[in-house]
């Protein structure tokens, strides 16, 4: 969807150039609030899995909430307690796929950091796409994503950085976007 996504608009693409905007705004939006949904995963099955392995049902609940606040540190879900504490029920890796979930987030940020060189030079990136492809399993994965030209990033400047593109971009997407769009 990265490297389809300016082409999505009429005349090549099907929609209307202000659906394909909502569409491409819709998806780095979705990007964005998986992140720390993931990152809240991963910490759990962490604590879970080392601390956590006698813990009580309520003191995994405390856990969940306290990782979940970590990686949320402004969201308000007052009213949604309940909710908020059962989401971690629902993520069927921590019981079928331990530590699994995790490379979602390794795709999304890789996704991204490829996408923002697109931005910059769509042939470049899309090559050094297709050269990491090639590569398959015969390498590391860091040396993967440096084909690609992303990194495997885990600092909290890098993010900022491309959180920052991508919020750019989604603000110059709302503008371009059919109807009024839920903002972050």
Known sequence: HIFTAPFLAKPTGYYAPADAAAAQLEHLEDLLVGLPHIASVDAFQHWLYTEGVEASAAERDAAWLRLRARFEPDVDFSGLEAERVARWYRQSHIFTAPFYYIEYGLAQLGALQVWRRSLADP??????????????????????????????????????????????????????????????
């Open 123 to 184: 042939a470049d990136a899309l090559a050094r796409y297709k050269a990491a492809l090639a590569l398959g399993g015969t390498r590391p994965l860091p040396e993967i994503y440096e084909t690609a030209g992303a990194s495997l990033m885990f600092d909290a400047e890098g993010m900022r950085a491309l959180v920052a593109d991508v919020e750019a971009r989604m603000a110059e997407l709302r503008d371009q976007a059919a109807e009024p769009v839920r903002t972050l």
